[in-house]
Each structure stands twice: as C-alpha cells, then as structure tokens.
C-alpha cells in the first residue's frame, strides 16, 4: 500500500491528537495538514547540544495523501544545517529521486533530497535514512552529512584544499 493512500490513518491522528498540528486544525476530507516536530529541547538548554529537530508535514487533498515534508535541522538562524526531504506526484524533477546538496566552504551545510511516488525502496532509504541519534546523543551531530549520511553519499563533491 502506498504512502499517498493513508489519509484515513492521518486524519485519525489529527483528531485524536489535535496539537499534532499548527498547520490546519481541521483536517477535513478536501484539504488536511499534520504536522510534527522532535527535538533535543533538554539538551539544547542544558547546553549539552545543539538545538536539533526534525519537522514531518504530511498533506492531503480529496482524501488522499498527496505529499509528506521533511525537515531535521541543527543549529539555529541562516546558518544552520539542514536536510530536507520533499515528495509530492507534482514535483518538478526529471527523475523519481533527485539529491541537491549545498556546501560552503568546506562545511556540508544543506542537502535537499525530491522524489516522486514512484521512487524505489532504495531510494526511499537513502532520503528517509536520518540520523536520529543527533536528536539524542550528548554534543549532537556537527553538519548536514551526520543528519542525513545516506543522501550524501550519492553525491560527488569537487575535492577542496
């Protein structure tokens, strides 16, 4: 069974647990949001890690699942890691799987994983591996390659002095 065909299970957790979501408090058959967020909120103040959290939106039209967000950042402000994953019917990519990272300087900063329905089980692991011991683990996880190792492994990066 599909991702995009569990609307039912979605909107059962909207209302049973409606503070899931600050996105749409009403999850109705034409249009629903849910949203959810982990974080390491003990370990950021008592200064043992870095605020680290990982956000999961899960949209529906007409009773259907039609996209899920990802997001697990690190840090806070312009300057903080990230990964994001994306998947939607309507994404504009030329394959089914599409792996964007962004690097600066010699910091792995971002990487933006898009993929379609059709996406492979393997491709499904590479953007859904996150790491989620950085939510946990005492000192967290130092850039975007620790929050998601598996997307960055696909990717080629010019060698940098």
Not at 37 to 58: D, K, Q, Y
Not at 99 to 125: C, D, H, Y
Not at 138 to 148: A, E, F, Q, T, V
């Amino acid at each position: 069974m599909s991702v995009f065909s569990h609307y039912r299970k979605m909107r059962h957790l909207a209302l049973v647990k409606d503070d899931l979501t600050d996105t749409n408090a009403k999850c109705e058959f034409a249009q629903c949001s849910v949203g959810f967020a982990f974080g390491n909120i003990w370990l950021e103040r008592l200064r043992f890690a870095p605020r680290t959290v990982l956000f999961i939106t899960l949209s529906a039209q007409a009773g259907k699942v039609v996209s899920r967000t990802s997001s697990f950042e690190l840090g806070t402000g312009p300057g903080a890691f990230g990964a994001y994953v994306m998947e939607s019917a309507g994404q504009p990519i030329p394959d089914d799987f599409l792996v964007s990272p962004s690097v600066a300087g010699k910091e792995e900063w971002r990487v933006t994983v898009r993929l379609k329905p059709s996406a492979t089980p393997e491709q499904r692991s590479l953007a859904y591996g996150f790491r989620l011991a950085c939510i946990t683990r005492i000192g967290g996880c130092s850039d975007s390659r620790d929050l998601l190792p598996g997307a960055w492994n696909t990717v080629s990066l010019p060698v940098r002095d």
